[in-house]
C-alpha cells in the first residue's frame, strides 16, 4: 500500500506562484509514476503532469504544458507542481496520484489518490 497526501494549496491572486507538494509514504518501492490530476467546479478530473519515479521522464498536458512543472524529490518521497503566472481558470481541487504502472493520461491507471489539496486563483 502507498499512501500520498498533498499541501501547499491556498488562495491566490492572478499572476502568482504556487508550488504544490506531494509526500508517498508505504510501500514506496513499488511507485513507477506519479502524477497531479485536478477537478475544477462542475469538470471532470483532468490530467495535469506525470513524472516517472525512478527516471528523470515527465509529461504533461499539452494544454498545461509551459505553464506548470513537475519535479520530484526521491530522497524524500515527495512531488512537486510549480503553477506559475496563475489565472482563475486554474481554480481547482488539486489531486496526487501514484502507480505502479507506466504513466497514462488516465485516471484509472493510478491506484493510490491522494485527498486533494484547493487551489484558488482570484482575479
Known amino acids: 500500500q502507498v499512501q500520498v497526501v498533498e499541501s501547499g494549496g491556498g488562495l491566490v491572486q492572478a499572476g502568482n506562484s504556487l508550488r504544490l507538494s506531494c509526500a508517498a509514504s508505504g510501500d514506496t518501492v513499488t511507485i513507477a509514476t506519479m502524477a497531479w490530476f485536478r477537478q475544477g467546479p462542475g469538470k471532470e478530473r483532468e490530467f495535469v503532469a506525470a513524472s516517472q519515479w525512478k527516471r528523470d521522464s515527465t509529461y504533461y498536458s499539452d494544454l498545461l504544458e509551459g505553464r506548470v512543472t513537475i519535479s520530484k524529490d526521491n530522497a524524500k518521497n515527495t512531488l512537486y507542481l510549480q503553477m506559475n503566472n496563475l489565472r482563475p481558470d486554474a481554480t481547482a481541487v488539486y489531486y496526487c496520484?501514484?502507480?505502479?504502472?507506466?504513466?497514462?493520461?488516465?485516471?484509472?491507471?493510478?491506484?493510490?489518490w491522494g485527498p486533494g489539496t484547493q487551489v484558488s486563483v482570484s482575479s
Open positions: 496520484a501514484a502507480s505502479a504502472r507506466a504513466w497514462s493520461t488516465n485516471s484509472h491507471n493510478y491506484d493510490y
